[in-house]
């Protein structure tokens, strides 16, 4: 198969075009200004409208007088309440607005939306790695545990030791990453909440990509021991230590160098260690070889950062349509970031399969509330300068936006954070909406390809899984052609459906998923810092 870029070519400079607004549910009263550089004091609209004030694109237009304390409505929804009176064609923004109290967590509608179910999505079908544990990865990574940060540095050398010695010579290996991250010792290890970064790690172990091998990296003296991040007997490990050759994969003893071992003599004997290690774990990945697998396989994280005003109108719908797509198919897809949801929450607990799926949805809310309240914010800590300067006014705004990705399918799943997943469908994770904490969870959860949003812009990117980046305007698309995978502007443009990109997604996973063509993010290897989220103290 050859492999192509999932873009090759800039877009050629859009035309002027006529004033656009776009009005997202009957309701509104304002409406999103589209076009590139926003529009001008005077411009009519098309509704006869005239602009009294610039209003930047992105930004509202208030579309009628809204009167001091009357609420201002975006899709259908409040959005926060005018502190003084607005006259019609006014720009709303951020400073004029009063931000709605969170929706309580009592009297919420329970599982009460039944949608007659969509015919399944059927003859799809992507190469992917096969594990034994009946699990499929869309690439063949060798992946490095390290318990602690301490090692991190000695990691990072044997890495690029065993990049440029060993792997030519495995050419079905795809790439050697060293699961770095801040975590191991001088942390309250016994912690309640400590479970959650312990958990993370173990499971962003065993992530499909990695194809079961699993190599560990220890200092000796950390809080995080091995056999505490991955227990014996769990998993098929049993409890071995300094195994050359194992000989077994995922049912082999655990492969644990211990730099403090007497048996290193000086730095370049701990970095031998990790490179003679990795040979073997090489050797039995490099004999994978790819297999026609149904759709059903994939496990797709679809996460948005760097938003913008067009986020929950041209990129966001078209993930939710390709979301529903991946539903029919019966793949595994997530949403996540608790805080970009709290708003909605009446509108998640609704589309719960059951009421124990939507009592669980209540508890990670809850829980999430709590963790705020001991830092003394709530989720409107959640919004960003850029946030605001791509047309979001707050939180609610930016969360009736960011739902949108999960589609219109049942929620039939939530995981806590760090929790891995066990069932196909559309599963909440919760998680933090940070782009970087959110990744690791999803990782750890088990995504074998991941999905990101972005308006104003990110080159966000993981070592783990392919990233395929979507921009919510058509200026972004042109600016950064490569780095961005789809131009979902095209929907706010004209020039294209929801159902059009989230067709074009969708081909694309499966493309990308094959290992038929490569993301911006690989081509470039922009690869983020794996960030656990961890809510227990630091000692």
Known sequence: MTESMASTTPATAAPARPPLTIRMHERDNVAIVANDGGLAAGTALACGLVLRERVPQGHKVALADIAAGAPVLRYGVAIGHALADIPAGSWVHERLLKMPDAVGLDELPIATVRPAPLPPLQGYTFEGYRNADGSVGTRNIL???????????????????????????????????????????????????????????????LNPNFGGELMVVSLGCEKLQPERLLPPGSFGIVDQR???????????????????????????????????????????????????????????????GGSDAFSGITANPAVGFCSDLLVRAGASVMFSEVTEVRDAIDQLTSRA????????????????DTYL??????????????????????????????IVKSGSAPISGVLAPGEKLEHRGLTFAATPASDFICGT?????????????????????????????????????????????VNAGTIADGTAGI?????????????????????????????????LFNPAPVT
């Open 143 to 205: 992946a490095i545990t390290q318990t602690v940060q301490c090692v991190a540095g000695v990691t990072a050398c044997a890495v690029q030791r065993i990049k440029a010695e060993l792997l030519p010579r495995f050419p079905n290996v795809d790439d050697v990453v060293a699961l770095e991250h801040g975590y191991g010792c001088g942390v309250a290890i016994d912690a309640p909440d400590a479970v959650v970064p312990i958990r993370t790690l173990r499971n962003i172990s």
């Open 242 to 304: 300094q195994v050359v050759d194992s000989g077994g994969g995922a049912d082999a003893a655990l492969d644990v160098v211990c730099l403090q071992d007497d048996a290193h003599v000086g730095f370049m004997a701990m970095v031998e260690a990790i490179v003679r290690q990795a040979e073997p774990h090489l050797e039995r990945l490099n004999a994978r070889r790819r297999v026609t697998v149904p759709a059903s396989e994939l496990v797709v994280g679809v996460q948005c």
């Open 353 to 368: 399969t059951t009421p124990e799926v939507a009592a669980a949805l209540i508890r990670e809310m809850a829980w999430y």
């Open 373 to 402: 309240q001991r830092g003394r914010v709530d989720r409107s800590a959640n919004t960003t300068p850029g946030n605001k300067q791509g047309g979001l006014s707050n939180i609610v705004e930016k969360a009736m936006g960011s």
């Open 441 to 485: 969870l999803q990782l750890a959860a088990g995504m074998n390809l991941h999905v990101f949003t972005t308006g104003r812009g990110t080159p966000y990117g993981l070592a783990a899984v392919p990233v395929i980046k979507v921009a919510t305007r058509s200026e972004l698309a042109r600016r950064w052609h490569d780095l961005m995978d």
């Open 499 to 531: 159902e059009d990109v989230g067709w074009e997604l969708f081909r694309l996973m499966l493309d990308v998923a094959s290992g038929r063509r490569r993301t911006w993010a690989e081509h470039w290897k922009l690869h983020n810092a794996l960030v």
